[in-house]
């Protein structure tokens, strides 16, 4: 791999090699079919399921409940992606299939072994416990990881690191309870309508409490030590197959493991249940926490360490890498996009912010000698992007560097650099692809 890469010239967009004819079944429209297919299937089925044992008051009232904290955790998650946001389709494939095929496996594979297990040993009471702290955990957490294994198999270009796998099974957990609360808060409605009961004393009340107010993040921080351990794998060289095998099944693992203790907390007396939660799952859950915060920040600074190669070569102007390892300094950009080019503009330059992201991690895996045999095809894509959205983002990049009091480099502040030939702001699809605006002969990250 060349240790910098080539000076611009005009891109002529994506290249590669021929392509042999594909099968019917290798068609994109197919899979994307099919799988619809079957997450809408699972999505009847499973509706059909806790309608019939809720009753049509009960689900209703449990999908106004549950619905609540879905919002604030799918932002939450999406707000972890915004370094490199992975595009919505992923998001809600793993948000239906948390809610649907893995709600629907679970629902019929831990009502099959409860039943198995009641029937083996004449022994109900024991088979509920069983079941609650061995096989769903084993059950639920097997099927949540199969979104994650997906994602991270077919859709490997977006996964490349251990946010990417946090978000992946963090939104499939998310549905997953999602689906989950409204049969218990829809079969806690049902005994309340029975027993009489309503207001704060009801079953409703403290079932909402309980898994709604108190335990929203419990399911995806049990699924995101598996994201975690898909993480991991990604990150490592084609080489490693043992780590690349050995870290999903261990997060996974992990994930039974406190799953089976969350779920088992209930049989260890009147506190069980508060013990667990605060000697396990707040500290667990705030270092979980730390974890992908600190690894957030470790992908900005990434992006300001690898992407001062392409400024030597002409493809960034040199305030554009610490811009784009900011967080305030890439919002400062897109607002100004916006209020001078509207939202076509703050759009074009929330993208060329992720594809640059995205090249400066390709570089980053490719000199460490963990990138694909594609390397050179997909750095050339990124950079036909970003040089397709470069009249939008660069007047608004410029603005972040005067705005913004970044440290100097080689004796210089960014915002003294030498000046660059704007574009104007123009139609997003109608650039005219021409030479490089000048740039200055120094590096400015050379000490």
Same mark, same amino acid.
């Given at each position: 791999?060349a &240790?910098?890469?080539?000076?611009? &010239? *005009?891109?002529?967009g994506?290249?590669?090699g021929?392509?042999?004819?594909a099968?019917?079944w290798?068609?994109r429209?197919?899979?994307?079919?099919?799988l619809?297919?079957?997450l809408?299937?699972s999505?009847?089925?499973i509706?059909?399921?806790?309608?019939?044992q809720?009753?049509?008051?009960?689900?209703?009232?449990g999908l106004?409940?549950?619905?609540l904290?879905?919002p604030?955790?799918?932002?939450?998650?999406?707000?972890?992606d915004r370094?490199?946001?992975?595009?919505?389709?992923?998001?809600?494939?793993?948000?239906?299939?948390?809610?649907?095929?893995?709600?629907?496996?679970?629902?019929?594979a831990?009502?099959f072994a409860?039943?198995?297990?009641a029937?083996?040993?004449a022994?109900?009471?024991?088979?509920?416990?069983?079941?609650a702290?061995?096989?769903?955990?084993?059950?639920?957490?097997?099927?949540?990881?199969?979104?994650?294994?997906?994602?991270?198999?077919?859709?490997?270009?977006?996964?490349?690191g251990?946010?990417?796998?946090?978000?992946?099974a963090g939104?499939?957990?998310?549905?997953?309870?999602?689906?989950?609360?409204?049969?218990y808060?829809g079969?806690?409605?049902?005994?309340?309508?029975?027993?009489g009961?309503?207001?704060?004393a009801?079953?409703?009340?403290?079932?909402f409490?309980?898994r709604v107010?108190m335990?929203?993040?419990? *399911?995806?921080?049990?699924?995101?030590l598996?994201?975690?351990?898909?993480?991991?794998?990604?990150?490592?060289?084609?080489?490693? *197959?043992?780590?690349?095998?050995?870290?999903?099944?261990?997060?996974?693992?992990?994930a039974m493991?406190m799953?089976a203790?969350?779920?088992?907390s209930s049989?260890?007396?009147?506190?069980?249940?508060?013990?667990?939660?605060?000697?396990?799952m707040?500290?667990?859950?705030g270092?979980?926490?730390?974890?992908?915060?600190?690894t957030r920040?470790r992908?900005?600074?990434?992006v300001?360490?690898?992407?001062?190669?392409?400024?030597?070569?002409g493809?960034l102007?040199?305030?554009?890498p610490?811009?784009l390892?900011s967080?305030r300094?890439?919002?400062?950009?897109r607002?100004?996009?916006?209020?001078?080019g509207?939202?076509?503009?703050?759009?074009?330059?929330?993208?060329?912010?992720a594809?640059? &992201?995205?090249?400066?991690?390709?570089?980053?895996r490719?000199r460490?000698?963990?990138?694909?045999?594609?390397?050179v095809?997909?750095?050339?894509?990124l950079?036909?992007?970003?040089?397709?959205?470069?009249?939008?983002?660069?007047?608004?990049?410029?603005?972040?560097?005067a705005?913004?009091?970044?440290?100097?480099?080689?004796?210089?502040?960014?915002a003294a650099?030498?000046?660059v *030939?704007w574009?104007?702001?123009?139609?997003?699809?109608?650039h005219m692809?021409?030479p490089?605006?000048?740039?200055?002969?120094?590096?400015p990250y050379?000490s």
């Open positions: 791999m &240790t910098c890469p080539p000076y611009p &010239t *005009h891109p002529t994506p290249t590669g021929a392509l042999r004819h099968h019917w290798q068609k429209w197919v899979r994307y079919g099919a619809s297919t079957l809408a299937l999505g009847l089925v509706l059909a399921l806790v309608r019939e809720t009753g049509t008051e009960g689900f209703l009232v106004g409940l549950a619905v904290p879905v604030l955790l799918v932002a939450s998650f999406r707000w972890l370094v490199e946001p992975g595009p919505w389709r992923n998001l809600l494939f793993s948000f239906a299939w948390g809610a649907c095929a893995a709600a629907l496996i679970a629902i019929v831990n009502s409860t039943r198995w297990i029937t083996a040993t022994d109900p009471s024991h088979a509920d416990t069983l079941g702290t061995v096989i769903a955990p084993i059950v639920e957490e097997t099927a949540k990881a199969a979104a994650v294994l997906l994602v991270f198999l077919f859709r490997r270009q977006d996964f490349t251990i946010v990417d796998g946090v978000v992946i939104v499939t957990a998310t549905g997953f309870a999602f689906t989950e609360n409204i049969l808060l079969t806690a409605f049902g005994t309340d309508q029975l027993s009961d309503s207001g704060i009801s079953v409703t009340a403290a079932t409490f309980v107010i335990s929203p993040f419990a *399911h995806p921080l049990f699924t995101v598996t994201g975690i351990g898909f993480g991991i794998a990604a990150l490592s060289g084609p080489r490693q *197959h043992l780590r690349r095998v050995l870290f999903p099944i261990s997060g996974l693992l992990l493991g799953h203790m969350w779920n088992g049989s260890l007396g009147e506190y069980g249940f508060f013990a667990v939660y605060t000697a396990f707040v500290p667990a859950f270092l979980l926490t730390w974890l992908v915060i600190w920040q992908e900005l600074r990434t300001r360490e690898e992407l001062p190669a392409y400024v030597v070569a493809w102007t040199p305030g554009e610490y811009v390892g967080m300094a890439r919002r400062v950009a607002q100004y996009a916006r209020r001078h509207g939202r076509e503009a703050a759009r074009a330059v929330g993208q060329y912010e594809y640059a &992201t995205s090249l400066a991690f390709l570089r980053h490719g460490r000698g963990q990138a694909g045999a594609d390397f095809v997909r750095e050339r894509e950079l036909h992007e970003l040089w397709g959205r470069r009249e939008f983002a660069r007047p608004a990049l410029e603005h972040a560097v705005a913004q009091a970044w440290p100097t480099y080689g004796g210089q502040a960014y650099s030498a000046p *030939h574009q104007p702001y123009g139609p997003v699809n109608g692809y021409g490089p605006a000048p740039y200055p002969l120094y590096n050379r």
